[in-house]
């Protein structure tokens, strides 16, 4: 049980949007990850606490992507909704942030919102668990932030690829716990 004071506490929730909700994930589904990052939402919103909706979106045709070279890049078709969130219009006091790349911080107003607020601890949740999310737990332990991982309110495009994150990379540089583990005071 990992016990947080709601009021220097932030929930970060990224890339919970239509565009990537929808797509072949694991061990949890879109859906499944959604309705834990909502609940924890009502939790955390109810003991006073911030709540951080980010999404990604890359412009018409692709053109605010990353611009370096890759192997692999992304497609640039995207469907007109996919940066909208599935429960739209949102709760007034959430905070949203769009981001251009795989990390909420770089080039985006996240830390200087949650210092705003005095945020201590970030709870962060999403898809993809070593993208988006990683990137996210990264940076933000990086800025000198308390992280918790939320195992069962993050996802990954195989349970491989989130079983790494959570196996090698969160307990290094946050704590991990499952939603029911987390108590807002």
């Not at 049980?1 to 220097?8: C, D, G, P």
């Not at 599935?86 to 200087?112: C, I, M, Q």
Request: hydrophobic share 40%; charged share 20%; net charge negative.
């Amino acid at each position: 049980m990992i016990e947080l004071s709601a009021k220097t506490t932030a929930l970060v929730l990224v890339d919970l949007q239509r565009g990537i909700l929808s797509l072949s994930l694991a061990p949890w589904t879109g859906q499944q990850v959604f309705d834990r990052g909502l609940q924890l939402a009502s939790r955390l919103r109810a003991a006073g606490g911030q709540v951080v909706r980010v999404k990604v979106d890359f412009g018409d045709n692709g053109r605010l992507s990353p611009s370096g070279l890759v192997d692999q890049p992304s497609s640039s078709a995207r469907p007109a909704d996919f940066s909208q969130f599935p429960d739209e219009p949102l709760p007034a006091e959430d905070v949203v942030v769009t981001k251009r790349h795989w990390g909420s911080f770089h080039g985006t107003t996240l830390d200087l919102e949650l210092r705003r607020r005095g945020i201590k601890t970030v709870v962060v949740g999403g898809i993809a668990t070593n993208m988006g999310v990683e990137s996210t737990v990264r940076s933000a332990h990086e800025h000198g932030y308390d992280v918790v991982v939320v195992s069962d309110a993050t996802t990954a495009f195989s349970t491989a690829m989130n079983a790494f994150a959570f196996e090698h990379i969160f307990p290094r540089i946050s704590r991990v716990a499952a939603c029911d583990d987390l108590t807002f005071l």
